[in-house]
């Protein structure tokens, strides 16, 4: 590790970086409770009478710990001796037995074995807001998208905004989406009302527009869209731009991949490239990225993009969903279903940043 290193990876998570530390935790305390075993069969000490902690109550006292320089030298010079005979020199002898005993009193006899049921992890604020959690959003209030006019207001917005304002206002979406999909509200209630009047939070979001014109039926919509202008801000300045998507799904095609997808998006306009992004970038954090439940359930990495971006044309994340447009349902025909040039959900990631460097380079080049 080094300073550059993410500080991720020294906090224990269940998923990405932070499970390194997380393992690190769990072998190290295993590693205790295995020792003590094996003291007890050697001292004919019954294991179940031993204290036991969980580990969130754990501190120093509870863990086999010292120093060799603090706790074991002072302990070993205590208990030998030394002696001089004339012409063999300084004799140096242990009291082994005595020694032994101070070891057991103060390393051993007060320790604990720690119940290791339940470990406490780091959960992000970016993980507290995924697809099962707009899932249970959409069963508590149905979501619509922002009419397209005024969702090109908004982007105008955010455009001017600082790259903390953003983060800030998709920060303050999040807290009013964990009340809401448990309290639930009237759809149709302007959503910056609900936010100040009912949550307490003053200039709640970054665009004026927003605060306006959104309702609580669009909160779901709103918060993707600053998502994505987020993403686009962190990946135009190279940054690690999907810090909160699993790495599962940010394996890097092959080259013929990469061919048969430039291939496909090399004949599209500005205009659909843009609308593209949006939808490819919703289908990952809405469809694709979803948490695992157990062993038995799909594992997304392994669905063909084409399949999954079917799946969530076919049943949309949104109500009153319009009609797909044909250059869409044509781009997604293009999509191998089979072969080594088959795309999968593992490289879609890869697939939303080739299509936002094609939409950037042919934006420029309109300049």
């Given at each position: 590790?080094?300073?550059?290193?993410?500080?991720?990876?020294?906090?224990?998570s269940?998923?990405?970086?932070?499970?390194?530390?997380?393992?690190?935790?769990?072998f190290?305390?295993?590693?205790?409770?295995?020792?003590?075993?094996?003291?007890?069969?050697?001292?004919?000490?019954?294991?179940?009478?031993?204290?036991?902690?969980?580990?969130?109550?754990?501190?120093?006292?509870?863990?086999?710990?010292?120093?060799?320089?603090?706790?074991?030298?002072?302990?070993?010079?205590?208990?030998?001796?030394?002696?001089?005979?004339?012409?063999?020199?300084?004799?140096?002898?242990?009291?082994?037995?005595?020694?032994?005993?101070?070891?057991?009193?103060?390393?051993?006899?007060?320790?604990?074995?720690?119940?290791?049921?339940?470990?406490?992890?780091?959960?992000?604020?970016?993980?507290?807001?995924?697809?099962?959690?707009?899932?249970?959003?959409?069963?508590?209030?149905?979501?619509?998208?922002?009419?397209?006019?005024?969702?090109?207001?908004?982007?105008?917005?955010?455009?001017?905004?600082?790259?903390?304002?953003?983060?800030d206002?998709i920060?303050?979406?999040?807290?009013?989406?964990?009340?809401?999909?448990?309290?639930?509200?009237?759809?149709?209630?302007?959503?910056?009302?609900?936010?100040?009047?009912?949550?307490?939070?003053?200039?709640?979001?970054?665009?004026?527009?927003?605060?306006?014109?959104?309702?609580?039926?669009?909160?779901?919509?709103?918060?993707?869209?600053?998502?994505?202008?987020?993403?686009?801000?962190?990946?135009?300045?190279?940054?690690?731009?999907?810090?909160?998507?699993?790495?599962?799904?940010?394996?890097?095609?092959?080259?013929?991949?990469?061919?048969?997808?430039?291939?496909?998006?090399d004949?599209?306009?500005?205009?659909?490239?843009?609308?593209?992004?949006?939808?490819?970038?919703?289908?990952?954090?809405?469809?694709?990225?979803m948490?695992?439940?157990?062993?038995?359930?799909?594992?997304?990495?392994?669905?063909?993009?084409?399949?999954?971006?079917?799946?969530?044309?076919?049943?949309?994340?949104?109500?009153?969903?319009?009609?797909?447009?044909?250059?869409?349902?044509?781009?997604?025909t293009?999509?191998?279903?089979?072969?080594?040039?088959?795309?999968?959900?593992?490289?879609?990631?890869?697939?939303?940043?080739?299509?936002?460097?094609?939409?950037?380079?042919?934006?420029?080049?309109?300049?």
């Open positions: 590790m080094e300073e550059r290193t993410p500080i991720a990876y020294v906090l224990p269940e998923r990405d970086t932070g499970l390194c530390s997380y393992a690190l935790l769990f190290l305390l295993e590693k205790q409770n295995l020792f003590l075993q094996k003291y007890c069969q050697q001292s004919k000490t019954k294991y179940d009478s031993l204290p036991k902690v969980n580990v969130k109550d754990l501190s120093a006292a509870h863990l086999i710990s010292y120093h060799p320089d603090r706790d074991l030298l002072p302990m070993v010079l205590a208990n030998c001796t030394y002696s001089f005979e004339v012409g063999q020199g300084t004799k140096v002898e242990y009291n082994f037995t005595n020694l032994e005993r101070q070891l057991m009193d103060r390393f051993l006899f007060t320790k604990s074995v720690i119940l290791l049921k339940e470990i406490d992890t780091v959960v992000y604020r970016s993980e507290t807001t995924n697809a099962v959690v707009f899932i249970h959003l959409r069963d508590r209030i149905k979501q619509e998208r922002i009419s397209a006019s005024l969702l090109s207001q908004i982007q105008t917005d955010l455009i001017q905004k600082t790259f903390p304002e953003v983060c206002s920060d303050k979406l999040d807290i009013a989406i964990s009340f809401m999909k448990s309290v639930g509200c009237d759809p149709e209630s302007p959503l910056s009302d609900f936010m100040i009047n009912i949550l307490k939070i003053d200039e709640s979001l970054v665009s004026q527009k927003a605060q306006q014109s959104c309702k609580c039926k669009h909160i779901q919509c709103l918060w993707v869209t600053l998502a994505l202008e987020k993403t686009k801000r962190l990946e135009n300045n190279n940054k690690e731009s999907f810090d909160n998507i699993s790495s599962a799904f940010k394996q890097k095609p092959s080259e013929e991949q990469n061919d048969t997808l430039y291939e496909i998006l004949i599209l306009q500005v205009e659909q490239l843009e609308s593209l992004s949006q939808m490819i970038f919703d289908c990952i954090l809405l469809t694709i990225d948490p695992q439940k157990d062993e038995e359930s799909v594992d997304m990495s392994k669905v063909g993009l084409k399949e999954a971006v079917e799946s969530y044309l076919y049943d949309p994340p949104y109500a009153n969903e319009a009609l797909t447009p044909d250059w869409i349902q044509r781009f997604v293009a999509l191998p279903k089979d072969g080594e040039s088959r795309l999968l959900c593992c490289h879609s990631v890869e697939t939303w940043i080739t299509i936002n460097e094609i939409f950037t380079d042919k934006k420029d080049q309109m300049l």
